[in-house]
């Protein structure tokens, strides 16, 4: 059975720090894994996606690295702004189903 | 925006009660999830359907189904509603065949359940 675990749970930074969020998976066996974020009982925003034959993907300020053979994913966020805060949910997808962590709830201080 | 609408945002049902949730999919797309998101926890996967059947489906009791319309809209039925199904319900839709998960999913943005 997959299990997606996200560290931190939260984080609380100044504005322009960059980051580092960790999302790790048990089974190695994945299509494709994903990050979105969710701001309070909002919808889920995909961020980044990862097929699981790629190493990593960046999409303005964001840069998103799999490493499937160690379960192991992390979103960089460069020169984090208050809009950044939100939480972060990264999910694994399997045969017909998306796993998602807890997320990380990250708050960005002016 | 994702072109993913879900219908209602909110809803307030009383235990025992019945209620259906809406879905309408990202133009293009043939696949509709749900997902159930307590707070505080990471959405958890209730079924899938690919061209109108269920494609599979989550740890949830049979009380939960789904229909997916020849437009591949979706419905969530819940019969016997409890507290606990108290949560916010995720609509997703995706392009895929039918043994493979491998493109995006987008994702609606939510309808808040709250069974008193």
């Known amino acids: 059975k997959q299990e997606v675990t996200q560290i931190p749970a939260a984080l609380s930074v100044p504005e322009g720090e960059n980051l580092v969020l960790n999302c790790s998976f048990t089974?190695?066996?994945?299509?494709?894994l994903q990050w979105f974020r969710q701001d309070p009982g909002k919808g889920l925003t995909s961020l980044l996606l990862?097929?699981?034959?790629?190493r990593e993907q960046t999409s303005g300020r964001l840069n998103a690295s799999l490493d499937k053979s160690s379960g192991r994913s992390t979103l960089y966020i460069a020169a984090s702004q208050p809009g950044d805060s939100a939480t972060y949910l990264c999910?694994?997808?399997?045969?017909?189903?998306?796993?998602f962590g807890t997320g990380t709830r990250l708050l960005v201080s002016p | 925006e994702t072109g993913v609408t879900q219908s209602p945002t909110h809803l307030i049902k009383t235990r025992g009660q019945q209620v259906t949730l809406r879905c309408s999919s990202q133009?293009?797309?043939?696949?509709v999830s749900w997902y159930q998101q307590a707070l505080g926890q990471g959405p958890q996967f209730i079924f899938q359907?690919?061209?109108?059947?269920?494609?599979g489906r989550g740890n949830f009791p049979p009380r939960f189904s789904g229909l997916q319309f020849p437009n591949y809209s979706s419905e969530l039925n819940v019969n016997a509603l409890e507290l606990d199904d108290s949560a916010l319900y995720l609509c997703?839709?995706?392009?895929?065949?039918?043994?493979?998960?491998?493109?995006?999913?987008?994702f609606g943005q939510g309808t808040r359940l709250t069974v008193v």
């Open positions: 997703a839709s995706s392009l895929e065949g039918r043994q493979t998960m491998n493109t995006e999913a987008f």
């Open positions: 359907y690919y061209r109108e059947e269920e494609n």
């Open positions: 133009s293009g797309h043939n696949t």
């Open positions: 089974d190695s066996a994945i299509y494709n």
């Open positions: 990862i097929q699981s034959s790629q």
């Open positions: 999910a694994v997808a399997g045969f017909q189903k998306l796993v």
